[in-house]
């Protein structure tokens, strides 16, 4: 899919730079699918704690 969208030019570079990758979409993959593992990582943990009786927050 392609879209336009606008991101801050400092949060862009230090992404670059910290992640070593060579392209904005680069690290825009990288965000978005480490947001969507840490996403699923919390829904799976979450149920596996109400499953075993502890109480759980959701924000």
Do not use: C, H, Q, Y
Not at 3 to 17: G, H, S
Not at 43 to 53: A, L, M, P, Q, V
Request: avoid cysteine; charged fraction near 35%; hydrophobic fraction near 30%.
């Amino acid at each position: 899919m392609r879209t336009n969208i606008v991101i801050d030019d400092e949060l862009m570079n230090e992404a670059l730079k910290s992640t070593g990758l060579k392209t904005k979409r680069e690290v825009v993959e990288l965000g978005f699918t480490t947001l969507v593992r840490l996403k699923n990582r919390n829904r799976s943990k979450r149920s596996k704690e109400s499953s075993n009786g502890k109480a759980t927050l959701t924000p």
